[in-house]
């Protein structure tokens, strides 16, 4: 179960049921280029922005993804460093 902190950096807040927990969206749910889209119905989709620039990433990846090389920590982007840059 996540936190309600959690949901709401998710894009699961207000008056959106979730319908997507961390163990359903994997990596995703962790990743800085995740961005939880609605549609008209409610129905809430997951979508990877890495794909707008990489095309080799699906833009609604099949969920959970255990394994992506594209994953890059939400923490990470919060503290302001970017994960590609180096040390
Ligand atoms: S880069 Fe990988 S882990 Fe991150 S949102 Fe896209 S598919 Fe998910």
């Known amino acids: 179960m996540i936190s309600a902190k ?3 950096d998710l894009g699961y807040g207000g008056n959106n049921a979730c319908r997507m927990t961390q163990a ?10 995740q961005r939880a889209v609605p549609n008209t119905r409610g129905s809430l989709f997951s979508l ?10 699906a833009r609604y990846p ?5 394994i992506c090389t594209g994953f890059a920590p ?11 840059e180096p040390d």
Not at 48 to 57: A, N, Q
Not at 62 to 66: G, M, R, S
Request: glycine share 10%; aromatic share 6%.
């Open 6 to 8: 959690q949901r709401s």
């Open 74 to 84: 939400r923490a990470a982007e919060a503290a302001g460093r970017d994960e590609d």
């Open 48 to 57: 990877c922005e890495r794909s707008r620039e990489e095309p080799s990433f």
């Open 62 to 66: 099949k969920l959970p993804v255990a």
């Open 24 to 33: 359903d969206l994997g990596l995703c749910g962790g990743c800085r280029f």
